[in-house]
Structures are given as structure tokens and as C-alpha cells.
């Protein structure tokens, strides 16, 4: 008999503080109608001060966990994806999620693939749940992003946002339930194109260091911008392709939320109709691994996502990384 893993659950959380465009205004020289105009972003929720990223991870999971019916002891593996991560090196944020959850003597660790950490997550539960090594594994998509931004750097303070995405990933026997393909790819050849120099062994913590901010997210937008368009377009078609699935198929396409006019040039370029695709980003911005985890949990609140319906999930990040995914949903309904 063979071992299929499923997407079970989804859970998210939302931080209660807003960050209008109108606010930004009175931050940096920016306009609301620019932003708009550039990006699609209107707002974003900002966590709170004494709010960690393994906060916001450990609420958004406790809901996946409660959708999916099971307790802190059913889960074997906890994958934490984030750039922002509660230590910088060590522990794991994944650890410290496992505490508050009270999830004990599991493995547990994080990925560092930037915004497209989810999906990466997602193909590292799918190998071990397929292998027999795992049954149930957490994976969550967290980001306090706001704690690595230059709030006086126009080019990127504008884009991102802080808030946790969740889901259970179980074996299954039943094949229709199962995840159909996922692509997860990197190019390191693109290194400074998204990047937050320190601290690491290339730019340790030291006053030099922080005195010429590098310990800011340092982004050219721009040529990201243009990768970004080339390079999902290329993935997305492919994985469609292998799968012999036809893009007027899929009733949910669930991008990551970077920018509009990304979104939109991909999903045009497969033809996909605006009811098909799901749009998060102008009330969270970029939430970097939490914005397809976000995204999911928004459509699934919204009653919009049923068992057995296929989701086609697309991402890009620093790196640069990029990833696609072709599944089901195969949770209960809301
Ligand atoms: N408000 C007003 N003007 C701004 C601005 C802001 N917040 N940010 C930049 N500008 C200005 C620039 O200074 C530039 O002015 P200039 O022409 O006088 O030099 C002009 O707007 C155009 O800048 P540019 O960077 O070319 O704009 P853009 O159309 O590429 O939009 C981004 C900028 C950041 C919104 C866009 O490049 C982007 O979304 N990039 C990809 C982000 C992404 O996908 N990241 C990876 C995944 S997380």
C-alpha cells in the first residue's frame, strides 16, 4: 500500500496593528497612490513589540492542529519557515513553536528560503510523510519582517508585514487526497539581490556593522521584479504541463504576495481568470513565508476552499528561490 501525504489543515494569524499607506506618508517620501498604484499593497499588520515570530507561528499552528483533529501528540515533525526567526542562529524558532505548544522529544527545525519558504517546507513534509519516516508534521510559514526593515528605506518599508500561517500535512493511503508536484528551485547566483547582510559570519554583530545598517533588508526591486515575472511564468507552466493540467482547471490559484503587478503578469501569462486567483496582498503587503499559508487560510475562512479542490501555489524570494506546488485541499470544509 502506498503513502501519500495530505494537505489537512490550514490555520493563520493575523496581528491586530495596521499600517496604512496614509501612515507610511508621514514616515518617508511615498504616497499612497504610488504604493498602490506600484505594488497593490494598501495596508499591512504589523506584530507588537513584545510579539515574537514563534507567537504569532504557535497560534496560527494551534488552529491548523484543531482543524485537523489532532493534539500536540499527534504531531512527529515541526518545519518552521522564516527569515526572521526568533534567535538569530540558535535555537531553531521551530523549538521554540514546539515549547508553547507543548509538542515534546520530536524533531523540529526551521528553513531559510525567504518568501519561499512555505512551499519548500511543504516538500520536505511531503518526503518524509511519503518515506514512512513521519505521519503528522506542522509546517508553518511565520514572519516578523518588520524587525529587519529600514523604516526610513522607501524601496522597502512600503512592502512587507508581519503574521503567521499554519498547516498539518498527513500520511494518507487515499491517492486522491494527495499532493500531485511540487517544484522547489534556487539560483545562488542571485545572492544580493534580496538580502540582509548581517549578522552572520560574512558581516558579524558588531557596531561598524550596525552603524552602516546591515542588518536591514536590502533589496533591488526592480531587477527582482523582472526575475521574478520570467522566472514563475517558466516554473508554473512546467509544473502544469508535467501534470497535464489545464490552468482553466484550477479553481485556486493562491500566489505569494509580493506585488500585483507580479501576480497579475503570471497569471496572465497562463491565462488565469481573476476569480481564480486569490489577492491577500493589499491588506497584509509581503508577509515573505506567511503569505501563501495567509492566503490559504483567508479563502479557506472565507468558505471559498473545499475538500478536494485543487490550489496552485507559486512563490519567489531571496536567494533567489522559487517554488510551485499543484494539491488538493484535503481538510474538512469550514
Ligand atoms: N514611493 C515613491 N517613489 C518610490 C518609492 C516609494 N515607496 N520607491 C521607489 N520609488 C521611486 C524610485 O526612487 C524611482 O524613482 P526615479 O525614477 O526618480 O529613480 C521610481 O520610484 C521607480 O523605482 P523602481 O524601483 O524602478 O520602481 P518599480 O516599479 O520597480 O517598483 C517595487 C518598486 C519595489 C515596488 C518593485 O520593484 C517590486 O515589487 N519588486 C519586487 C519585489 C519582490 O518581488 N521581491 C521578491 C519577493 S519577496
Known sequence: MSLYAAFRSIGAYVPEKI????????????????????????????????????????????????????????????????????????????????????????????????????????????????????????????????????????????????????????????????????????????????ITPAPGSVHPMNQANLDAGLQYVQMKGNETFKLAVKTLTKDVKEILEKNNIDAADIPHFIPHQANYRIIKAVGDALGMREDQTVLTIHKYGNTSAASIPMAINDLYEAGGLKHGELMLLDTFGGGLTWASAVLPFAGKNA
Not at 28 to 44: A, N, Q
Not at 139 to 152: H, L, M, N, Q, R
Open 19 to 194: 499600517l496604512t499607506n496614509a501612515d507610511l506618508e508621514q514616515m518617508v517620501d511615498t504616497s499612497d497612490e504610488w504604493i498602490t498604484k506600484r505594488t497593490g499593497i494598501k495596508e499591512r499588520r504589523l506584530a507588537a513589540d513584545d510579539e515574537s515570530t514563534s507567537d504569532m507561528a504557535a497560534k496560527a499552528s494551534q488552529i491548523a492542529m484543531d482543524r485537523a483533529g489532532l493534539t500536540h501528540e499527534d504531531i512527529d515533525l515541526v518545519v518552521c519557515a522564516t527569515v526572521t526567526p526568533d534567535y538569530f542562529n540558535m535555537p531553531s524558532t521551530a523549538t521554540v513553536i514546539s515549547d508553547k505548544l507543548n509538542i515534546r522529544n520530536v524533531q523540529a527545525f526551521d528553513i531559510s528560503a525567504a518568501c519561499s519558504g512555505f512551499v519548500y517546507a511543504l516538500s520536505v513534509a511531503r518526503a518524509f510523510v511519503e518515506s514512512g519516516m513521519k505521519k503528522n508534521v506542522l509546517i508553518i510559514g511565520a514572519e516578523k519582517f518588520s524587525s529587519i526593515v529600514d523604516w526610513t528605506d522607501r524601496g522597502t518599508c512600503i512592502l512587507f508585514g508581519d503574521g503567521a500561517g499554519a498547516a498539518v500535512i498527513s500520511a494518507t493511503e487515499d491517492k486522491s487526497e494527495a499532493i500531485i508536484d511540487i517544484h522547489a528551485s534556487a539560483d545562488g547566483a542571485y545572492t544580493d539581490m534580496l
